[in-house]
């Protein structure tokens, strides 16, 4: 039923991560958010700073993300921790990038953004890289329920929402342990920026540049 007649999978949705997939960590945008953070909870939540350095790594690694250790632990209000923690022009780290326009053209997929950020950040990433016109939905931490990656439940939800079983979609993301819950569902997994693969990555790639490569590679001839 996933497959055509020649048994190739009949791919319908390509899911990309936002920050560090679409624009490599040397733009600076995530040590960015990440000073933000940080301020945020010695400013805001109070924790002594010698201690939020230490938390914040813990939250990341027990949560996968920073503002669900702050809600489960301190009760914060996570609009105004994404408010927060995003409020800084993306132009002053990136520019429009014209290959990645191109490549996005020559993906015969449906595309969508699925990011434990905001949307607010996540249109500011888009325009400032001009690629929003790709992208039919952006699937951002609050239609998760703030329930975000690389919680299985997070990934179900996207599926919920596009109405689309795991094994039509692709997921690209710079994030290993992001992909695990994925595979478990079935959707074909690309990993980049050169991270440790894994038993849960099908590709592993060096940029998001080689993404094209690899989809037209899985998809049926007929539609590359
Ligand atoms: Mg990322």
Redo the contacts with the bound molecule.
Sequence with gaps: MMMNDRGETQFEYILF?????LYPREAGVMKAISDRILRFMTQKVGIPADDATCKKLEYYQEYGTVLRGLMEEYHINPEEYLSYVHDFDPREFLGASPPLDRMLREIPLRKVIFTNADANHSERVLGTLQVRDHFDLIIDIKALNYENKPRPVAYQRALDLLAVSGERCIIV???PR?LIPAKDLSMTTILINGGKKSIAVDYAVPTIFHVEMVVKSILPVERR
């Design positions: 991560d936002l920050d560090e997939t993301d710079d994030t992001n």
